[in-house]
T-cell receptor, first 109, second 113 residues
Framework: QKEVEQNSGPLSVPEGAIASLNCTYSDRGSQSFFWYRQYSGKSPELIMFIYSNGDKEDGRFTAQLNKASQYVSLLIRDSQPSDSATYLCAVSRDDKIIFGKGTRLHILP | GAGVSQTPSNKVTEKGKYVELRCDPISGHTALYWYRQSLGQGPEFLIYFQGTGAADDSGLPNDRFFAVRPEGSVSTLKIQRTERGDSAVYLC???????????FGQGTRLTVV
């Protein structure tokens, strides 16, 4: 079982709709959870981090964490064409940060 | 500088040669990470430093790969006897502490021909 799993996509979402990205992780001792956005040919850019169960909102982005289910999600409201990118889920335990393969998101104009 | 700086941005080397990739983290960040990313894949963990010491080097693929961070700031990733399979983008990230969010440099694209 891979440590961090994501659906590779592509996930196609109409402009203005909500994009929902999901991630599961295998290590129950994981402590910190991150979402990065990566445009083609660029390095990953941090967009959200969450440490506690529940929801965390920042502008159009909401991160959701359920440690019992070992599940992290990212919601993007009012999706824009500029949100088209690969979204990487990352999980940290004992300070080692492990990434999933990423989900390609395509916002349809 | 304000962000993580990696040099060179591109490196082309011949198979069998030795290369060094440099990472200058954000000032004050004690944690430093090296990753390798191939096309269509997520960043693959290589090594993590806390200060000057390698806290976790379990991701280094073999003994041709080595990394140092002698003064707890700049780090160098060293690859001996490069192979074509080493071609990838090598990413460096730093964070204020090991459990906090990490910020990436622009990466070094290594091509072994």
């Amino acid at each position: 079982q891979k440590e961090v799993e994501q659906n590779s996509g592509p996930l196609s979402v109409p402009e203005g709709a909500i994009a929902s990205l999901n991630c599961t992780y295998s290590d129950r001792g994981s402590q910190s959870f991150f979402w990065y956005r990566q445009y083609s040919g660029k390095s990953p850019e941090l967009i959200m981090f969450i440490y506690s169960n529940g929801d965390k909102e920042d502008g159009r982005f909401t991160a959701q964490l359920n440690k019992a289910s070992q599940y992290v999600s990212l919601l993007i409201r009012d999706s824009q064409p500029s949100d088209s990118a690969t979204y990487l889920c990352a999980v940290s335990r004992d300070d080692k940060i492990i990434f999933g393969k990423g989900t390609r998101l395509h916002i349809l104009p | 500088g304000a962000g993580v700086s990696q040099t060179p941005s591109n490196k082309v080397t011949e198979k069998g040669k030795y290369v060094e990739l440099r990472c200058d983290p954000i000032s004050g960040h004690t944690a430093l990470y090296w990753y390798r990313q191939s096309l269509g894949q997520g960043p693959e963990f290589l090594i993590y430093f806390q200060g000057t010491g390698a806290a976790d080097d379990s991701g280094l693929p073999n003994d041709r790969f080595f990394a140092v961070r002698p003064e707890g700031s700049v780090s160098t990733l060293k690859i001996q006897r490069t192979e074509r399979g080493d071609s990838a983008v090598y990413l460096c990230a730093s964070s204020l502490a090991g459990y906090s969010e990490a910020f990436f440099g622009q990466g070094t694209r290594l091509t072994v021909v």
